[in-house]
């Protein structure tokens, strides 16, 4: 696919510009260049260095690691709005802070609502992003905005791999949706991890809804953070007579030891995207590890975008031919 420079700027952050380059070279485009540096106290600088008036933007930052990088993103859409592009579309693969979606407990935050707030009124005038933690955190935003599904990718992946008898399971009842959304893409059944937490990093019991004996089972979860909740669905799986097991998730975080846990567990491989960089030295201690990108799927939800296509043909992809393919935009 060809994007036509002079009308559309795709703008990287600093959280992962490889998959920022990966999405341009699949659109045909060069990225726009973007002067990001520090001053002294640590405070953060941004600047577009080309001449954007009138143009579509697209600039893309994945959010996790604390707060630098949702600084620095809010700092380039303002920079980007007062530069006075016409349209400003922030893709952002992992949203961070998108866990924090209702309130639980009295006096607590809804994050992600905040979140939100603060993108909007930076300056974006469309939001997109990849498998959120929660579908209704899209009604966050007063603007228009995308929920892209990895699904997809891992429908493929598993698709060549011609696995007997596969199912896929949600390590909790919070992921019965995103799970379904793959077993119909594969043709299998479904089962459930249900979950008992001490803490909110820790989990205390596990019992398993759903008959997994002889199967290929499927963990499918939106994030992975220190990996104790699917090593210990797995050792379930394992019990409950799972022939083997597999993992495919849309955000690896790898907090701690994580890569560790899940080179040492019961797993026979571990599928994640690319949407958080990490380098390659982190990922290659793991060696039950497979990285599959997004970038075609945000290449051509950014051409679609552009060429007022609609978005619902890569959404209900299900089991009709994959769409990313190259396309060439009218001068």
């Keep these: 696919m060809r994007l036509h420079p002079p009308s559309v700027v795709v703008f990287s952050g600093s959280s992962n510009q490889p998959l920022v380059q990966e999405i341009c070279n699949h659109l045909g485009i060069t990225h726009g260049h973007m002067d990001i540096r520090r001053f002294s106290d640590g405070e953060i600088y941004c600047r577009p260095t080309m001449h954007i008036r009138g143009k579509e933007v697209f600039v893309i930052q994945s959010t996790n690691g604390g707060s630098d990088y949702?600084?620095?993103?809010?700092?380039m859409i303002d920079a980007l709005k007062r530069a006075s592009a016409e349209k400003i579309t922030?893709?952002?693969?992992?949203?961070?802070y998108a866990r924090q979606d209702r309130?639980?407990?009295s006096r607590e935050p809804i994050t992600a609502k905040l979140m939100a707030n603060?993108?909007?009124?930076?300056?974006?005038?469309?939001?997109?992003?990849?498998?959120?933690?929660?579908?209704?955190?899209?009604?966050?935003?007063?603007?228009?905005?995308?929920?892209?599904?990895?699904?997809?990718?891992?429908?493929?992946?598993?698709?060549?791999?011609?696995?007997e008898q596969p199912i896929i399971v949600s390590p909790d009842m919070g992921g019965v949706e995103r799970a379904k959304v793959l077993s119909?893409?594969?043709?299998?059944?479904?089962?459930?991890?249900?979950?008992?937490?001490?803490?909110t990093d820790q989990v205390d019991s596990m019992h398993l809804i759903g008959e997994v004996q002889g199967k290929s089972a499927i963990l499918m979860d939106d994030i992975i953070s220190t990996g104790g909740t699917l090593c210990k669905a797995s050792e379930l799986l394992m019990r409950k007579g799972a022939k083997e097991v597999f993992a495919c998730i849309s955000h690896g975080l790898f907090v701690g030891n994580?890569?560790?846990?899940?080179?040492?567990?019961?797993?026979?491989?571990?599928?994640?995207?690319?949407?958080?960089?990490?380098?390659?030295?982190?990922l290659q201690t793991c060696s039950k590890l497979k990285i599959l990108s997004i970038a075609p799927l945000?290449?051509?939800?950014?051409?679609?975008?552009?060429m007022n296509m609609s978005l619902s043909e890569?959404?209900?992809?299900?089991?009709?031919?994959?769409?990313?393919?190259?396309?060439q935009l009218p001068e």
């Design 70 to 75: 949702i600084i620095e993103l809010l700092i």
């Design 258 to 282: 994580c890569l560790e846990k899940m080179n040492s567990s019961v797993f026979k491989e571990i599928v994640v995207t690319n949407s958080v960089n990490h380098p390659k030295e982190l």
């Design 184 to 199: 119909r893409m594969l043709h299998c059944d479904i089962a459930v991890c249900q979950k008992n937490r001490t803490e």
């Design 90 to 96: 922030v893709v952002v693969p992992y949203f961070g």
């Design 298 to 306: 945000i290449a051509e939800a950014v051409f679609r975008i552009c």
């Design 103 to 105: 309130k639980t407990k």
């Design 118 to 163: 603060i993108i909007q009124t930076a300056g974006a005038t469309r939001f997109m992003s990849v498998d959120l933690h929660a579908g209704q955190i899209q009604g966050f935003f007063d603007i228009p905005s995308d929920n892209l599904t990895a699904a997809l990718l891992f429908k493929n992946y598993f698709l060549s791999k011609h696995l």
């Design 314 to 327: 890569v959404f209900d992809d299900i089991s009709g031919p994959t769409l990313f393919k190259d396309h």
